[in-house]
């Protein structure tokens, strides 16, 4: 039997797998995005409003879910001024919308949101507006990462692990129905299905529980909310991981009932051992509606990844989503048929024979093919989630497919070295396998041309082993060739290292689907780029007359702070965030690069805060904003900063 190209058919295969993935970030053009980024907002960020709003929108790049808290407006006192939890607007499904209290109090609100996006991940991001003038504001948002809290460290292990029983439980079944049947009774193999079942089993219901808190960033104890697991099972992860769920319920019923058969057989030669049938035959079982209702199954585990997380959402979904479950499978063939290969040609139980070459070859040829996959699949998602070069080195999510990038290469190498060496384990085979046919007619000749001379030996000797080692078929083909041994061990090897950096392969992988890819960054910074300009340029600067208790700051509101005509207003605050009154407070404008000014902006006392509604500022680029606050008749200071005007 042919296990696979000649190497050096093979290492032009492999060069032109590298190039093709090396080749698969040339090029994409489009707009996609996985992870949703805030696209607009209704008051706009920084906005300086006359009167209070009714309501306050958020629109994304991408759908977005939420739960009761993903959408707070806090008053400048740190209080909720949303007393109903967010909505879809107008029934769009990229948009939030909460309404407000009415009689709102002039000062500055932080409107703070967390929504997850399409493919399941998180996001959050707050920003202020004001309602009559800026004001100071106690409100607190948190400014940790997203991945910070100790439910999203410990979701995103369990993803890994998930991956990890995926890949387990696929490599060995498939192992089993393509490469080498008899493995379904060997020990190792059992046990391997065993741990790949549970692992994903106990991930997947853990990863249920814990799906609240990663969306809501909560503690640990609220994964056992029953109103919480309530709302997490009517959303898409959610349904997903039920599903999961189901589907394993399922395959361990199926696996158990093979099983069972497999115990009952046994073969007339060998009653002592069950479950051994004869080399290349399939175990009783393992027949076609088997094979059938597990690849049914490997597809729609498959998809439950597929359906909830980064295909699900962006440009070319009904072919991304196939195209993610055949990278999925292929990955689970891949890698965790290489984890079975390796535990069965290092088993050393008693009684236990090799691995023929001819499953080593079989699974050769499947490995082959499933890598093959692997990078046909991931050059599609690569182009979708990076789309250009500028993106491996100026993103995270490029930064870390860059690192999965080497780590295949590696593969790729040391999968060359492993087909080589099973190329040669057939070769040798081969003759093996040939000998009771062709050397029949060589022992014939042998016994007419030698029998002659020597009759009387045989008489004499009787059990001498050297004269039946030509008579005996067997004899031949008893001692080991060490030939074959010694490609074994070097199998061995190469085997163990791929599996390892397929390992690292997988943990890459996992951290990628929880990264925002690279074109939804793109395309969060270019929804930012086009956003309407805010109708304010608010600054606060700082000031320290030397003294005690003549600490303080100034905030200064242009609006709209482009050329032509701006109302200014500015508000003296005390070291502790209180108001202050000062007896006199003057601004000036400077644009120094033209030599412009400087302007004076005349400030009036309004009786709490100063202002002028008629400043006219000629020239865009950067204005130099001089501050002189005086504290008493002998105390003043002037301060600087640089505001630009558009």
Not at 604 to 629: C, E, F, H, R, S
Request: glycine residues 10%.
């Amino acid at each position: 039997m042919h296990l696979g190209s000649p190497p050096a058919r093979t290492s032009l295969t492999v060069l032109a797998l590298v190039a093709a993935v090396l080749a698969l970030l040339l090029g994409g053009a489009g707009s996609a995005s996985a992870h949703a980024g805030l696209r607009g907002s209704d008051p706009a960020e920084g906005s300086v409003l006359a009167t209070a709003p009714q309501q306050v929108t958020l629109t994304f790049t991408e759908s977005v879910g939420f739960s009761d808290d993903s959408l707070r407006v806090l008053s400048p006192e740190n209080e909720r001024v949303n007393p109903r939890p967010a909505q879809h607007a107008d029934g769009k499904d990229n948009t939030a919308r909460v309404e407000l209290s009415d009689q709102l109090a002039q000062g500055t609100y932080t409107v703070a949101w967390r929504v997850v996006s399409a493919d399941g991940h998180p996001i959050s991001g707050a920003f202020i507006f004001s309602i009559g003038k800026p004001s100071g504001t106690a409100a607190v948002v948190a400014t940790d990462s997203l991945e910070d809290t100790a439910a999203a460290r410990l979701y995103g292990f369990l993803r890994h692990v998930a991956y990890s029983g995926l890949a387990l439980l696929v490599g060995a079944v498939s192992f089993v129905l393509l490469c080498w049947p008899t493995a379904a009774a060997v020990r190792p193999v059992r046990w391997l299905l065993k741990v790949g079942w549970a692992a994903l089993a106990a991930s997947t219901a853990a990863l249920l529980l814990l799906r609240g808190p990663y969306e809501t960033a909560g503690s640990l104890t609220s994964a056992f909310d029953l109103s919480q697991l309530g709302r997490t099972v009517t959303g898409r992860p959610g349904i997903a991981l039920v599903v999961r769920l189901v589907l394993l319920a399922a395959a361990a019923v199926l696996l158990r009932r093979s099983a069972l058969r497999l115990d009952g057989h046994k073969r007339p030669d060998r009653p002592d051992r069950p479950g051994l049938p004869d080399e290349g035959t399939i175990p009783g079982g393992l027949g076609t509606r088997a094979r059938v209702v597990g690849v049914l199954l490997a597809l729609a585990l498959a998809f439950t990844w597929a359906g909830a997380e980064h295909a699900s959402a962006g440009i070319q979904v009904p072919l991304a989503v196939p195209v993610a479950v055949l990278h999925l499978l292929a990955m689970g063939v891949w890698l965790g048929g290489l984890i079975t290969l390796a535990v069965v040609l290092r088993r050393r139980a008693p009684g236990s024979g090799d691995v023929p070459a001819s499953a080593i070859g079989r699974f050769s040829t499947v490995a082959f093919t499933a890598m093959a996959v692997l990078v046909g699949t991931g050059m599609y998602q690569s182009w979708r989630q990076v789309g250009s070069w500028g993106a491996l080195s100026t993103t995270p999510y490029g930064r870390i497919l860059a690192v999965k990038l080497a780590a295949v290469v590696l593969v790729l190498v040391v999968a060359f070295f492993s087909r080589r060496w099973t190329a040669r384990l057939d070769h040798e085979a081969l003759p093996a396998a040939e000998r009771p046919t062709v050397p029949e007619p060589e022992r014939a000749r042998v016994v007419e041309t030698v029998g002659a001379p020597p009759p009387p030996v045989p008489s004499v000797t009787g059990g001498t082993p050297d004269v039946p080692a030509g008579a005996e078929p067997g004899d031949d083909t008893e001692p080991p060739a060490p030939e074959t041994e010694r490609h074994r061990r070097r199998l061995r090897r190469t085997v163990a290292v791929e599996a390892v950096l397929g390992a690292v392969v997988l943990a890459i992988t996992t951290l990628l689907t929880g990264t925002q890819p690279s074109r939804a960054a793109d395309g969060a910074e270019t929804a930012a780029a086009t956003a309407p300009v805010p109708q304010a340029k608010v600054v606060t600067v700082p000031f320290d007359m030397g003294t005690a208790n003549q600490k303080g700051s100034v905030q200064i509101t242009l609006e709209p702070g482009r050329v032509g005509e701006n109302t200014v207003e500015a508000v003296v605050y005390t070291a502790d965030g209180g108001f202050a009154t000062v007896p006199e407070l003057r601004l000036t404008l400077t644009q120094e690069d033209l030599g412009i000014g400087p302007l004076d902006a005349k400030l009036k006392n309004q009786k709490g805060y100063w202002a002028t509604y008629d400043l006219q500022l000629p020239m865009a680029g950067a204005w130099t904003l001089n501050i002189t606050v005086r504290t008493t008749d002998i105390d003043q200071v002037t301060v600087r900063e640089t505001i630009r005007i558009t």
